[in-house]
């Protein structure tokens, strides 16, 4: 067992690594009423080819799959898995992203009888023909009512602008036809491979105590696994060059919606490194296109945007973008204000005054998101799949300085790494 210590934080990160091969974390949080237990494997919908377990040549599964099959989990032979839960009083929840399936719960009481359900669901999978087919026809309306949104359409088109080749272009889903090729043995292989515990972790918070929490995954867990180092994924070759300039479509909206993103060429980072270009773009995003900005203000008094406006970045280790959202009655004249806009040097637009401000934001916010249980289980799974501890957070955020965020918005935000995604009203 290992225990990590944030003088900062003044908090406590206790570790151990079972025999299985899996992670356990917990941060105490004595006098909290509120428990927290996230149970997640390093396992999204981009990992889509891939050597199984046992096997030498790589697969090539549906896309889709890993989201189908975190719906299959919440299955068992009686069919009352959401009771259970709430017999004992949790809210039992799961999600699949890009990267991450995750299932977890919160609760006030019955704590260690919850987690003991929620690892033993997770390790006993309930998987028949039937039930499959019967989800084809949930999953397939879900990807139909997405389709039909145009908040989620302009997303999606402004990935396939991005990307060439890379599946995060892909809809978690997938999609109605690729769902139809799921079945029993894929889905098999997708859990033995991934759902190994030496590919997954557990993240506890809460007025508990660990060695109760380690008894509980002692005595849940299954022992008949195989022991695997590392999962051999496979990812296309993506190409710098973005795949399109503009997709534009027409749907039912009341006012033109509108993504632009500029591709990341610097990839292939993990750890510190992918986690400071994420909080040093997102400064810039935010010194640039919040509401406090010069630019933002001109294009509201102008009447070319609306609260709705802003930028965000978001990557991992194989792909990453900044988005610029909102709605205008003129996106392209949006979009060409972004470019003049970007065009100018960087010490003109980015001052260090600005920088300051928005930094120190941005650590406030984050000490502010520690008073919820939730947003530390979240970002504690999210971060340590990267290999970063969220209990190292505060210190790389402080430690970011000017010449960083100069240094790399001259490298990212260049007019050769720009899409542009419109949905347009019906006429």
């Known amino acids: 067992m290992k225990i990590y210590e944030s003088e900062q934080l003044k908090e406590k990160l206790y570790y151990k690594k079972m025999e299985s091969g899996l992670k356990v974390f917990f941060i105490p949080k004595e006098g909290y009423t509120k428990q927290y237990a996230i149970f997640a494997t390093d396992y999204g919908s981009i990992d889509n080819v891939f050597v199984p377990i046992g096997e030498k040549a790589p697969l090539e599964v549906p896309e889709g799959i890993a989201h189908f099959l975190e719906h299959k989990l919440f299955e068992s032979p009686d069919n009352n898995l959401f009771d259970k839960f709430s017999k004992l009083g949790a809210n039992v929840n799961a999600y699949t992203n890009f990267n991450q399936t995750a299932y977890l719960f919160s609760s006030t009481k019955n704590f260690y009888e919850s987690l003991s359900l929620l690892i033993e669901f997770v390790q006993n999978p309930y998987i028949t023909d039937e039930n499959i087919d019967k989800e084809k026809g949930i999953i397939a309306q879900e990807i139909n009512m997405y389709m039909d949104n145009p908040g989620w359409r302009v997303y999606f088109n402004c990935l396939k602008a991005m990307y060439n080749e890379h599946p995060v272009k892909i809809d978690i889903a997938g999609t109605v036809d690729s769902i139809q090729k799921i079945n029993k043995e894929l889905l098999y292989k997708c859990y033995n491979t991934f759902y190994n515990p030496t590919n997954m972790a557990l993240f506890v918070i809460g007025d508990l105590s660990f060695e109760e929490i380690l008894r509980v995954v002692e005595k849940s867990q299954k022992n008949n696994y195989d022991k695997v180092e590392e999962i051999k994924r496979i990812f ?3 190409d710098k060059k973005i795949n399109t300039k503009l997709i534009e479509e027409n749907m039912m909206t009341s006012a033109p919606i509108f993504y632009m993103g500029f591709k990341d060429w610097e990839n292939g980072l993990r750890g510190e490194k992918l986690i400071k270009k994420d909080l040093v773009t997102n400064i810039i995003l935010e ?8 630019f933002y203000n001109d294009l509201y008094e102008e ?6 406006f802003g930028g965000f970045y978001t990557g991992k280790e194989s792909y990453g973008h900044s988005l610029v959202v909102g709605e205008s009655k003129e996106p392209k004249k949006v979009y060409e204000r972004i470019l003049r806009l970007i065009n100018e040097p960087a010490e003109t637009l980015l001052w260090e005054d600005d920088f300051n401000r928005i930094k120190n934001k941005a ?3 984050f000490l502010m998101g520690l008073n919820s249980i939730e947003f530390i289980g979240n970002n504690f799974i999210d971060l ?4 970063f501890l969220l ?7 402080e430690s970011i300085e000017y010449k960083d965020i100069l240094e790399r918005y001259n490298r990212h935000f260049t007019e050769e790494n720009v899409v542009l995604s419109i949905i347009n009203p019906l006429e």
């Open 384 to 387: 340590y799949f990267s290999d």
């Open 363 to 365: 650590i406030g916010e």
């Open 303 to 308: 009447g070319l945007i609306n609260s709705s």
């Open 391 to 397: 209990i190292d957070y505060l210190t790389l955020l």
């Open 236 to 238: 296309p070759v993506e």
């Open 287 to 294: 010194i640039l296109f919040s509401s406090s900005s010069a």
